[in-house]
């Protein structure tokens, strides 16, 4: 993804609010107590732009189950999706069963009728 220089200028502004636009003391960086993002920003684009892209949720995941290594958040979360399938799979299967037992039931009151005529 490409990133402008003009976003990274409104960020960076935003992020340290310095006394003149656009131009960072380290006062004001200090100030912000904002230095780590700030010069990731300036040195290290690749890694601010990954940063900004975390995972909210995984973030939480990984602080609310420390004792977790990432295989088991990820074999846990395959299960989970595994498990809904199959309740979706099964839902829809027993809708599918419905429809079949209506189906024969009409089939069978024609059979009824048919038998009945001489």
């Not at 636009?21 to 684009?45: G, H, P, V, Y």
């Not at 601010?48 to 295989?71: F, G, K, M, N, Y």
Request: with cysteine; charged share 35%; proline share 3%.
């Amino acid at each position: 993804e490409e990133v402008l220089f003009t976003d990274v200028l409104c960020q960076l502004n935003d992020m340290i609010k310095p006394a003149v636009e656009s131009k960072f003391t380290k006062r004001d960086i200090r100030n912000t107590k904002m230095a780590t993002q700030f010069f990731n920003i300036i040195f290290n684009l690749t890694k601010h732009v990954l940063a900004e892209q975390r995972d909210p949720i995984l973030i939480h995941q990984v602080h609310s189950t420390p004792e977790l290594c990432d295989w088991d958040r990820y074999a846990i979360n395959e299960y989970i999706k595994l498990a809904e399938s199959e309740i979706q799979d099964n839902e829809a299967l027993d809708q599918s069963e419905d429809l079949d037992w209506e189906e024969e039931k009409d089939i069978d009151m024609a059979g009824d009728i048919d038998d009945e005529a001489p």
